[in-house]
């Protein structure tokens, strides 16, 4: 068995379905590996580098999972960066593995030779290594999926194409070998419960509640609508949460920003407090004044809570776990008018939305592409697009 047949032997066992690629010297001896694992995991090809990390990126966006990509050394390296940085700042789990020159051109300035180690620096931050003998492995290769998906960024895996074709050799019972194991464990942290009780309080005491959700509110939406529901609150969506709540609820007022809706804009002018839940929505413009709300913040990752607004409290938690705790401490409102004028300001801008993507246009409205599409397309379609424009349409 030589080094690549051990790579996809091991992605394998991670339970890895695809791979998206692109060949090139620097992984020949993956390519002819996968030849002889008869395609398992399957080798997606794209047409170029950039598109390879893009389609682990979709991939790994709708479908929960960690995302593989590979590509050549050098020039092909260089081109995964555009979807590894997509990864890496919408906090999606992607492994990139890429090839490298022969460990004996290595600083004689061969051809297509790059510092891999240095270029990917910043974005595999996280994790980054080279492998340079067999005897790493599995170690590297387990570090990089599990790192990647228990802490929700880009990792990578630096194979010399010369190391790809050596025979394998597990790691020793020996000194200085590292062994290693499969499988990425579960674990759910939840806050303290003196800074639940403190949340609890600034939710309690506020009249106009207005939360913001984004993706790291997906697993939650049970717990997101009954903490809507006791706090009387609407709630607006950053695009990556887009899809955590439907819009059809009569509270949600839909996105939020500069491709966002009216009664989103509305609400957070007007709140008195605000709870954000799984979202990092960087353009502060669109939240409430500084002076206006009081906040709290819900989110997985200490390292980005305390971000975009002055928050009272930041809870550092799962976001459904968090929630579960929460709802016991809130006290329902019981004057509904905050509710209700959301909910009115919400079908208003439906009403207009409909109205407008009725508005003639040559050739063709777009808006009104997207509207006739909505009541033709199956229940579970997935459309995906681009920012910009055809995100607001």
Not at 35 to 40: I, K, M, S, T, V
Not at 97 to 120: N, P
Not at 330 to 350: C, M, Q, S, V, Y
């Amino acid at each position: 068995m030589k080094v690549s047949d051990y790579v996809l032997e091991r992605l394998r066992d991670w339970e890895v379905e695809y791979v998206f690629a692109y060949p090139g010297d620097g992984v020949n001896g993956l390519l002819a590996a996968w030849g002889r694992a008869e395609d398992r995991p399957r080798f997606v090809q794209a047409r170029h580098e950039e598109m390879a990390a893009f389609e682990a990126v979709g991939y790994a966006k709708f479908s929960g999972r960690t995302g593989v990509c590979a590509a050549t050394s050098g020039p092909g390296a260089i081109h995964l960066l555009n979807g590894l940085y997509d990864a890496k700042l919408d906090h999606v789990p992607l492994v990139a593995i890429v090839g490298q020159t022969d460990r004996s051109a290595m600083g004689g300035s061969s051809q297509q030779e790059v510092d891999l180690a240095a270029l990917y620096k910043d974005v595999a931050s996280e994790f980054c290594e080279v492998v340079t003998v067999p005897a790493q492995l599995p170690n590297v290769l387990d570090r990089a999926m599990r790192t990647a998906a228990t802490r929700r960024t880009v990792t990578a895996v630096i194979i010399p194409a010369d190391v790809q074709e050596l025979d394998y050799e597990p790691p020793a019972h020996a000194f200085k070998q590292v062994p290693s194991s499969l499988g990425t464990p579960r674990y759910t942290p939840v806050p303290a419960e003196e800074d639940l009780e403190k949340a609890a309080e600034i939710l309690n005491a506020g009249e106009k509640v207005a939360m913001l959700i984004g993706q790291g509110a997906r697993s939650a939406r049970p717990e997101v609508e009954r903490a809507a529901e006791l706090l009387g609150a609407g709630v607006a969506k950053a695009l990556l949460g887009k899809d955590a709540l439907p819009d059809t609820l009569p509270y949600v007022t839909g996105s939020i920003g500069l491709l966002g809706t009216r009664p989103s804009y509305e609400m957070m002018r007007d709140c008195d407090t605000l709870l954000v839940v799984g979202s990092s929505f960087p353009y502060t413009q669109f939240l409430p004044e500084f002076d206006q709300a009081r906040a709290v913040q819900i989110d997985v990752d200490p390292f980005m809570v305390g971000l975009r607004y002055p928050f009272e409290v930041n809870l550092v938690g799962d976001a459904g776990e968090t929630l579960r705790r929460l709802l016991p401490l809130l006290e329902p409102k019981a004057d509904g008018t905050w509710r209700k004028t959301i909910e009115d300001n919400a079908a208003r801008w439906w009403d207009v939305m409909e109205r407008r993507a009725e508005v003639s246009a040559d050739p063709v409205n777009p808006e009104h592409v997207v509207h006739a599409l909505d009541a033709l397309l199956p229940e579970n379609a997935i459309i995906a697009a681009d920012s910009g424009s055809a995100a607001n349409w």
